[in-house]
């Protein structure tokens, strides 16, 4: 392992980019290279600073924290420790191999713990520099940690608010078969029956369970017990064919998540 490890913060709080600032102050072998407050930025700065360690928060303006790593793909160099108080993310965190997942707020210890478990991992990594997915001892190690820190399974919503004239329904998720982003609303369809509802995608990723609903695009995310058929595309992308003829393409971005539903069907 390199002497000092070049480390990368990625959030978009100014407070939250300070304190892992001056946590990561108190360790000699850190050399803090860059600070970035959105995720395109980020991912251009990982690219030209090539990191040893990027400490990457989830909920970002632009790119995600999991489109970054999308985009940076499943070669990249540095280690990751995803930063967020959002702990439905725990899972995609073990999905794209990320080190740690820090769950806001954390304290010096479980922060200590971490850079520990960096250090292991890029010394079993330096000769030669291969990342090690089949270690079972560092998985084990990984999720006894994030299991501590979240305690219980989040709760997912059942229902989400609809309103039909002068009146309120409270819709079954499960019945929903894609929401679909118009500017500021989303677009639901249910049952043949379209309807516009008051949330933002990013706030229907945080609430809707991720073993049930997809997001193939910027723009939609799908029941995955809707889907019927799933067809190569262009360049890469899919095209998703629900039970009910709708067609949706996936995009850059967020093709590899519906690359994982098929491998995992397979």
Do not use: C
Request: aromatic content about 8%.
């Amino acid at each position: 392992m390199a002497e000092t490890i070049r480390t990368v913060i990625v959030d978009d709080e100014p407070l939250a980019r300070k304190l892992l600032r001056s946590m990561l102050a108190t360790h000699a072998d850190i050399e803090l290279v860059g600070e970035y407050g959105d995720g395109q930025e980020a991912l251009n700065g990982i690219i030209e600073q090539k990191p040893d360690l990027v400490f990457l928060d989830v909920q970002m303006p632009k790119l995600t924290g999991i489109e970054v790593l999308e985009q940076l793909g499943p070669d990249r160099d540095p280690e990751i420790v995803f930063v967020t108080a959002y702990d439905q993310y725990a899972l995609r965190a073990f999905e794209v191999n990320a080190v740690d997942y820090l769950l806001k707020p954390f304290d010096d210890e479980r922060f200590d713990e971490t850079l520990d478990r960096v250090r292991a991992r890029l010394s079993r990594e330096a000769e030669p520099r291969t990342r090690r997915k089949g270690d079972a001892g560092d998985y084990a190690d990984r999720l006894d940690a994030v299991l501590r820190q979240l305690g219980s399974r989040p709760e997912y919503a059942e229902r989400i608010a609809v309103r039909r004239g002068e009146r309120i329904y409270l819709q079954p998720v499960a019945d929903i078969e894609v929401f679909e982003s118009e500017g500021k609303y989303v677009r639901i369809h249910t049952g043949g029956e379209e309807h516009v509802i008051r949330e933002t995608m990013l706030q229907l990723d945080e609430i809707l369970d991720p073993r049930q609903f997809i997001r193939i695009s910027r723009s939609a995310i799908i029941n995955i017990a809707s889907i019927a058929e799933i067809q190569l595309w262009f360049r890469g992308d899919y095209m998703v064919i629900l039970k009910s003829g709708r067609k949706i393409n996936t995009t850059r971005s967020y093709r590899s998540a519906l690359k994982r539903l098929i491998d995992r069907a397979g």
